[in-house]
């Protein structure tokens, strides 16, 4: 597809429940950044992968979250026994660095998880 | 990393001209001045980048005075689907592995 695309787009889940959000970064992106944003917020960063291999994990809020991305392209945001803290939109971004001056990252529409 | 300052919201109406201003005092040489656009339940949008003096593309302008210590983005003309959240973010974001560090943005409503 053209852009970044995000599966599903909704998810509720029981307090305890484990859940996987799926990203599809566009097509070639080396890099890719997971988000999450809470009601009225900005985007936080949680955790960015150049190709398979993940570079930063300092935003993760706990050992609960884990990404991996194992053939460098598709990427699973995967969140054990879910809190109520954890509801909030999870973005995905990808983009082709440079190394140069800021390099566009392009978003997909989030995951919204509403933890009961 | 650069914090930056910008209104809560700010309010307008079709046909004006829309000024948001962002405060960067400890703004860093390599640093760059990113806005980012996003609708309701959508994620960011890259609209405009600049170092410093203006920048102008289809959707907006950027102006950055000579101490680069603040910045204005400028939406000509805005109509009702301007209406988002607008993020300054202030970095040399390739140093940071690329990481975008987002403030709390900008409510603007544009009203009829």
């Known amino acids: 597809g053209a852009g970044v695309s995000q599966s599903p787009r909704y998810k509720v889940a029981k307090r305890g429940q484990d859940v996987a959000l799926r990203c599809d970064p566009i097509?070639?992106?080396?890099?890719l950044f997971w988000y999450q944003q809470a009601l009225g917020q900005g985007p936080e960063f949680l955790t960015y992968?150049?190709?398979?291999?993940?570079?930063?994990k300092s935003g993760l809020p706990s050992d609960r979250f884990f990404a991996e991305r194992p053939e460098g392209s598709v990427s699973t945001l995967k969140i054990q026994r879910t809190q109520q803290e954890d509801s909030a939109v999870y973005l995905c971004?990808?983009?082709?660095?440079?190394?140069?001056?800021?390099?566009?990252?392009?978003f997909g529409p989030g995951t919204r998880l509403t933890v009961l | 990393l650069a914090k930056t300052t910008q209104p809560i919201s700010m309010d307008s109406y079709e046909g004006q001209e829309v000024n948001i201003t962002c405060s960067h005092n400890?703004?860093?040489?390599?640093?760059?001045i990113t806005w980012y656009q996003q609708f309701p339940s959508q994620g960011p949008r890259f609209i405009i980048q600049?170092?410093?003096t203006k920048v102008t593309n289809e959707v907006a302008s950027l102006f950055i005075p000579a101490d680069r210590k603040s910045s204005t983005l400028s939406l000509p003309r805005v109509s009702l689907s301007d209406t988002a959240v607008y993020y300054c973010?202030?970095?040399?974001?390739?140093?940071?592995?690329?990481?975008?560090?987002f403030g709390q943005g900008t409510e603007l409503s544009v009203k009829p």
């Open positions: 971004a990808s983009n082709q660095p440079t190394g140069k001056g800021h390099i566009e990252q392009f």
């Open positions: 097509s070639g992106h080396v890099s």
């Open positions: 992968f150049q190709n398979e291999a993940q570079l930063d």
């Open positions: 400890n703004i860093a040489t390599n640093d760059y």
């Open positions: 600049g170092y410093k």
């Open positions: 973010l202030v970095g040399a974001f390739y140093n940071q592995g690329g990481k975008l560090i």
